[in-house]
T-cell receptor
Framework: AQKITQTQPGMFVQEKEAVTLDCTYD???????LFWYKQPSSGEMIFLIY??????QNATEGRYSLNFQKARKSANLVISASQLGDSAMYFC???????????FGKGTRLSVIA | DAGITQSPRYKITETGRQVTLMCHQTWSHSYMFWYRQDLGHGLRLIYY???????DKGEVPDGYVVSRSKTENFPLTLESATRSQTSVYFCASTRARQGRNTEAFFGQGTRLTVV
């Protein structure tokens, strides 16, 4: 079975600073995908970034990057130059290859302070 | 507009009543999912569907029924609502793609309260 662990229930970061949200995962599969989603206070789920288990380079999408350490089974999200609009709940998730359902962590609530 | 829509957005129902949450997507995605979100639990999978007439249980299926007679619709029914089913329900879909995982696209969510 797959499992995602997010150990930080809440975090604070100063505006314009970088922040790392932790995510560790457990799976016996060789091929899998890792995802991060953002959920602002309005409630919608917004896809941020994806990392495949065989991707050699860390994924980046604008101010988001995924620090993928396969041997440690970690997939931390790094947000550079935090903005007030980054305040939200962030979920790490994973799935086996293909279209298998996502398994989610419990989330980290990020608060950006001016 | 194209996308995935859920209805209703908010629903209050009484214990023991049957209630159906609707989900409709316009992308013709093969896969559709129902999750519930509860404080302290993240999102947990209730049911999913790989195609019309193909459904499978997720982590927390008890008390729920799904059907998928058409690719674009995936309704979730609570046969006899209980207070423990008070939650925010998300529908999601993904397109079929071989070789790599695909991100799930989510509806806006339905906030269900069982009193």
């Amino acid at each position: 079975a797959q499992k995602i662990t997010q150990t930080q229930p809440g975090m604070f970061v100063q505006e314009k600073e970088a922040v790392t949200l932790d995510c560790t995962y457990d799976t016996s599969d060789q091929s899998y995908g890792l995802f991060w989603y953002k959920q602002p206070s309005s409630g919608e789920m917004i896809f941020l970034i994806y990392q495949g288990s065989y991707d050699e380079q860390n994924a980046t999408e604008g101010r988001y990057s995924l620090n993928f350490q396969k041997a440690r089974k970690s997939a931390n999200l790094v947000i550079s130059a935090s903005q007030l609009g980054d305040s939200a709940m962030y979920f790490c998730a994973m799935s086996r290859s293909g279209n298998t359902p996502l398994v989610f962590g419990k989330g980290t609530r990020l608060s950006v302070i001016a | 507009d194209a996308g995935i829509t859920q209805s209703p957005r908010y629903k209050i129902t009484e214990t023991g009543r049957q209630v159906t949450l609707m989900c409709h997507q316009t992308w013709s995605h093969s896969y559709m999912f129902w999750y519930r979100q509860d404080l302290g639990h993240g999102l947990r999978l209730i049911y999913y569907s790989a195609a019309a007439d193909i459904t499978d249980k997720g982590e927390v299926p008890d008390g729920y029924v799904v059907s998928r007679s058409k690719t674009e619709n995936f309704p979730l029914t609570l046969e006899s609502a209980t207070r423990s089913q008070t939650s925010v329900y998300f529908c999601a879909s993904t397109r079929a793609r071989q070789g790599r995982n695909t991100e799930a696209f989510f509806g806006q969510g339905t906030r269900l309260t069982v009193v």
